[in-house]
């Protein structure tokens, strides 16, 4: 730590006063900021005019937190047909900053930002670096894509905010990356965690030891991640990693943050977002605990309130530990869009990361080709062998690796061992899924 540093967890004066609220004054504070929302998104936005409308629901009929439940879904969907700023709530002159997401087919989506907007953004951020263990003063490798990507600049404001030295690396150029940590000294780092997995592949390669680096607390997210590759990552650098979750639709990242100290699932910053979890196929909410889609009602953004926006991500609410009045959500198995359905077996990549890491020899660099000879779904994974695990032992893992598949995702799978270093690096959010069935190509 450095001699500015201010510990926060021990000098509770540091935190934001929302974030140790007790939960009924929470959930007060939720309910006012509910109802303005949802009065500015109908009185301000043509498609929830219609919406709300169409659904039967009027800003009145909110009169408690259980209330929201009534009001429609918002989807991805309703962003691409509003394109470009027709979901913007505000005059464009009060409009400082968009984004977009890229999405791989059709329109991206553009979300909008007011000043105050930017502000709330930088301060939700600096709670999760600062519930992470980063603290002012530290010097900051900020690795997330600067541009229409919200990672980089909604991560930079953040770190700023939160007293940083901000170094503005944006994603890839891994040699400058390994040259700044070196030379500048950073003792925290944020990217994505496959991206920080070819930053250590690549000291490795050059004969630097990523256990000998300032870095000290990694803050990782964008990406699903398991716990495995939290240990990868922890024991080759030496750091603690926490993850950090967001979505451009309902703000960036900093939507929720998690705790060095419990490493027990990101908290969802409530005093700011209303999150739900559905049952993705009936619609219905689910109580506290079941696992379902995620989604979130924005309480106090000004550009674009999102009501209801159904994120895909398939996780679960629990209660608050290290914030307790802001529940934590668990770790995100996928996304509804990201689940392989093989010959009626459902799964997802974080599955096949999780097993392959508890297998000695394997890597935690592996891709998912799905094709279709003979109509027939096949999954093959090509997954690379670590430096020092040699091809005779590797036979053995990739063994191990299919029927450990059978025995706990149910499904068979054809393995390929990759030589180290033969598959493409991630220098930012990693493809993990090739989809040939549809393509022709299989
Ligand atoms: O990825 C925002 C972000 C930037 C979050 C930097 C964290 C760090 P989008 O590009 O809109 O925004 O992608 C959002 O990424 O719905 C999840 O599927 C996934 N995602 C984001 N954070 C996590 C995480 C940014 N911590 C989509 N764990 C989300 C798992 C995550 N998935």
Redesign the pocket.
């Known amino acids: 730590m450095t001699a500015t540093a201010t510990d926060t967890t021990t000098n509770p004066e540091g935190l934001d006063r929302e974030e140790t609220i007790s939960r009924d004054e929470l959930e007060a504070l939720q309910l006012a900021r509910l109802q303005q929302t949802v009065r500015s998104a109908y009185e301000n936005v043509p498609l929830y005019t219609r919406k709300f409308d169409e659904a039967g629901v009027h800003p009145d009929d909110l009169k408690e937190l259980e209330d929201l439940r009534k009001f429609p879904y918002t989807t991805k969907a309703d962003l691409r047909e509003a394109y470009p700023f027709g979901m913007f709530a505000v005059p464009m002159n009060q409009v400082v900053r968009v984004h977009a ?1 890229s999405g791989t087919t059709g329109r991206p989506t553009v979300v909008g930002y007011t000043r105050q907007d930017i502000d709330t953004w930088a301060t939700m951020v600096a709670r999760c670096l600062r519930l992470s263990g980063v603290r002012p003063g530290d010097i900051l490798q900020n690795s ?1 894509g600067y541009g229409l ?3 980089g600049l ?2 930079h404001y953040g770190a700023e905010k939160l007293g940083c030295t901000v170094v503005p690396m944006s994603g890839g150029q891994t040699e400058k990356q390994i040259q700044m940590i070196q030379d500048f000294e950073p003792r925290a780092i944020l990217c994505t965690p496959t991206y920080l997995l070819t930053i250590m592949d690549a000291m490795r390669t050059k004969g630097i030891d990523p256990r000998s680096t300032s870095l000290k607390v990694a803050v ?6 398991t716990a495995e590759m939290r240990r990868e990552l922890e024991a080759g650098f030496d750091i603690d990693a926490c ?7 309902v703000m ?2 900093g939507v929720a943050g998690e705790s060095n100290e419990t490493k027990d699932g ?1 908290h969802i910053w409530e005093d700011h977002f209303r999150p739900e979890i559905i049952d993705p196929f009936t619609d219905d909410v689910l109580a506290d605990g079941e696992h379902g889609e995620l989604v979130f009602t924005s309480l106090t953004k000004q550009a674009l309130p999102i009501i209801r926006y159904r ?3 398939l996780t679960r609410l629990l209660p608050g530990t290290a914030r307790p009045s802001h529940r934590r959500m668990g770790r ?1 198995t996928g ?1 509804s869009d990201d689940m392989i359905i093989l010959r009626g077996v459902n799964m997802f990549p974080s599955q096949i990361e999780e097993i392959a890491l508890r297998i000695p020899g394997l890597s935690p660099h592996f891709q998912l080709h799905l094709t279709r000879p003979n109509r027939m779904d096949q999954l093959t994974v090509k997954i690379e062998r670590r430096d020092d695990c040699t091809v005779e032992d590797a036979r053995t893992a990739a063994a191990e690796l299919g029927r450990q598949m059978k025995i706990h995702i149910g499904s068979t799978a054809t393995i390929e061992i990759c030589d180290p270093g033969s598959l493409e690096r991630s220098s930012g ?1 990693l493809r993990r899924i090739y989809d040939l069935r549809e393509t022709g190509q299989a």
């Open positions: 997401s997330y990507f919200t990672g909604g991560a990782l997210g964008a990406e699903p991640w993850d950090i979750y967001g979505l451009s639709e960036g990242p990101a994120t895909r991500d995100i996304r959010k």
